[in-house]
């Protein structure tokens, strides 16, 4: 296998396109942080008991937001694969089947969400705000419809390598619901207070103000004029629809299967003590806020190779996937060193309480030690998906996050007395794991998978 030697002046070129479409990804992923920190902030003074059930309930609707954007992955590279062979007339038609699938998921995630009871029984949720957690979700379960075509247009405009409209939208929601929030949480202009309903209620009305307005955007806009997008009425073609969750469905398990990790991460850490806890909730909001970095350059990755596989440009796809990994890895060096370094500082910032302080600082540094694995897990999957290979990196995420991070970090916490940093070395392991295949996947795919242009990639066995 001969090693990647990139020429200079494609090196930089690739590096200058791949961040000019990730800036704008990653300030609307820290947008989409910031709503929660809106919701967490207003519930808060509030009271604690709402607080704790817009909480519970977010964490709930966080399962049906990753599922929904795992679905809605499929759509940035099939756009971008038609972009890069120049068969642009067939994006409307993709677009139009995605915007089925998206009504379509967006209806079971409504019923989900307003079905959630068991599941509230499982986490082990307080009588006292069973009943406010329950209308939390009733409220936010309307906005799920609203979601999921939000996320088919930003597919459709990032598989197009226009990533700015995805960061003006989100910026422009989360200006919307601070005082939307607020009016309806508390109680003004005439509107009794509404506690935890409000909130839920406020974001739905976000959502679907979101999704309307990025519609708009698009009817009216010339940069997707051509595509026929509305050109006429099209049933739901089943075939069309069908490869769509073909690619998909694996990245959405994938999604939960990382975002569950966390979850019962989480919840097993819990049961160690109040201090441990708030200390878990410092270490997890930094280490969350930092990944939206590289968690919006594997967006712009996957743009990037999906469109270099259209033009059936093999030494394209190389450059766009290892060009975009070195980037990720140069932004998780400043992200790991100012956890390795500042850590009480950082911890500070959360909490007044020594003894909180001491502990989230052990786990900020844990976090700083694997921001690279995660990195490169998150990067590397981002170029596959431009592949549109999915199914063995969901396996692959599976088996790293579910039989190795989470048996060890259950061993080291409860056999090894190890506590809350138990939990952490176990999801240092699991990351490193995803990390080494899921880079090793594209490797091989990059050099020994061949394409002409027009023709989507067969993924290796």
């Not at 890069?84 to 995630?109: D, N, Y």
């Not at 979101?210 to 708009?216: I, K, P, Q």
Request: hydrophobic letters at 55%; proline letters at 5%; charged letters at 10%.
């Amino acid at each position: 296998m001969k090693p990647f030697r990139p020429e200079r002046a494609h090196l930089m070129h690739e590096m200058r396109a791949t961040v000019r479409l990730a800036l704008p990804l990653i300030c609307a992923q820290l947008a989409a942080i910031g709503s929660n920190v809106i919701d967490a902030v207003l519930a808060g003074h509030v009271s604690a008991h709402v607080l704790g059930a817009v909480a519970v309930g977010a964490s709930i609707w966080s399962l049906a937001i990753v599922s929904g954007i795992g679905m809605m992955m499929a759509v940035p590279p099939s756009v971008a694969q038609l972009d890069g062979a120049g068969r642009r007339p067939e994006v409307g038609a993709v677009f139009r089947q995605a915007l089925w699938l998206a009504l379509g998921m967006g209806v079971v995630l409504w019923f989900g969400v307003r079905h959630a009871g068991p599941l509230i029984d499982l986490i082990g949720v307080t009588p006292s705000l069973r009943h406010d957690v329950q209308r939390f979700l009733l409220a936010i379960s309307w906005g799920a419809p609203a979601l999921t075509c939000y996320f088919a247009l930003r597919g459709l405009s990032e598989g197009l390598s226009l990533t700015r409209p995805s960061m003006y939208f989100s910026l422009g929601g989360l200006a919307l619901l601070v005082p939307l929030g607020y009016v309806l949480m508390f109680g003004k202009l005439g509107i009794p207070p509404q506690g935890a309903h409000g909130c839920g209620v406020a974001t739905a009305i976000v959502l679907w103000i979101e999704m309307l307005a990025f519609g708009t955007y698009v009817v009216f806009r010339r940069n997707y004029r051509g595509l026929g997008l509305f050109d006429h009425f099209e049933w739901p073609d089943l075939r069309r629809i069908g490869q769509l969750v073909h690619i998909g469905l694996p990245m959405a398990v994938t999604l939960l299967a990382e975002a569950g990790l966390f979850v019962a991460t989480a919840l097993i850490i819990a049961t160690l003590g109040e201090d441990v806890i708030a200390s878990h909730q410092v270490a997890i909001n930094i280490a969350s806020l930092f990944f939206m970095i590289p968690l919006g350059l594997a967006m712009a990755i996957t743009v990037r190779v999906g469109n270099a596989v259209g033009r059936g440009d093999e030494r394209g796809v190389r450059y766009a996937g290892f060009c975009g990994i070195g980037l990720t890895l140069v932004t998780q060096v400043f992200s790991a060193g100012l956890m390795l370094s500042l850590p009480n500082v950082i911890a500070g910032l959360y909490t007044h309480d020594p003894k909180v302080i001491v502990l989230a600082a052990q786990l900020i540094m844990l976090a700083g030690l694997f921001q690279f694995s995660d990195g490169i897990q998150v990067a590397a999957n981002g170029a596959l998906r431009g592949l549109k290979d999915t199914r063995v990196p969901m396996a692959i995420t599976l088996f790293a996050y579910w039989v190795i991070g989470m048996p060890v970090g259950w061993w080291l916490t409860f056999h090894h007395g190890m506590g809350a940093r138990g939990m952490w070395i176990g999801l240092i392991a699991g990351l490193s794991v995803a990390a080494v295949m899921l880079f090793t996947r594209f490797w091989r795919s990059a050099w020994k998978q061949r394409w002409r242009r027009g023709a989507p990639m067969t993924a290796p066995a």
